[in-house]
């Protein structure tokens, strides 16, 4: 058993507080934006302030995609009663699943607004660096000591002195861990194919692997709100299956070919 007491903060400088979950956020965004640096630029054209415009589009995506995930997913009662409070994201409340849509939407707005390209080039191109975040993020989540799993007497569960000190499965370690080995292989398969195969699949690929391995973990994981005692899924389940469905069709589609 590990015993499991990180001070979520790093360091604090007066009012002010540098946290683990915010480095971890910075660092997984910090990362896919160096990597799909070289493809924006030698491929499509991409100057170096696009880059970084789509990397701004892509955060206030996430963010504000993760925060209205929560409040409608999981408190739509309470948040539509206080509307005011959706806008306290220094409270906590972020849904990984509103966080990829955000992300898909944000892209399309950046499109739109700031530079023309293939919309599905682009979100293959962003797909497996955005898992990574996500799994950055959940690492975030395990110096937090939140989303916490279910108690657990093996060898490596985790003790979470700041919440609760019941051994537990460390369940943002197991999520964490899944998304960085498919992103991983994700990443390998775009560098060798991304040319060859039909625009979309490796976007699908991400979804199919990444929510296939959100719906596995939630069965280690305690129920996030009230709501979802004696259901059989939990909402994180619920809100990956249409995901997975997606990714599957993204995947297997042909398009009809113009004769």
Known sequence: MITWNVDPEIFRIGPVAVRYYSLMFILGFFI?????????????????????????????????????GHCLFYEPGYYLSNPLEILYVW???????GGFLGVIISIYIFKKRVKDVPLLWLLDLVAAPS?????????GNLFNSEILGHPSNLPWAF??????????????????????????????????????????????????????????????????????????????QLLSIPLIIAGIILVFYKPVEKK
């Open 32 to 68: 896919g934006e160096r990597y799909c640096r070289r493809y924006l630029i030698k491929e499509k054209g991409f100057t170096t302030d696009q880059v970084s415009s789509l990397l701004n589009y892509m955060i206030a995506g996430c963010i504000i995609g993760a925060r209205l």
């Open 91 to 97: 409270k906590g409340g972020l849904a990984s699943h």
């Open 131 to 139: 898992l990574m975040t996500g799994g950055f993020i959940r690492l």
């Open 159 to 236: 003790k979470f002195v700041r919440a609760d000190n019941i051994a537990r499965h460390p369940a943002q370690l197991y999520e964490a861990l899944g998304f960085f080995a498919i992103s991983g292989v994700i990443y390998f398969l775009y560098s060798k194919f991304h040319k060859k195969w039909q625009a979309g699949r490796f976007l699908g690929l991400i979804f199919i692997g990444g929510f296939t391995w959100r719906f596995i973990v939630e069965f280690f994981k305690e129920n996030q709100v009230a709501f979802e005692q004696g259901m059989i899924l939990n909402m994180g």
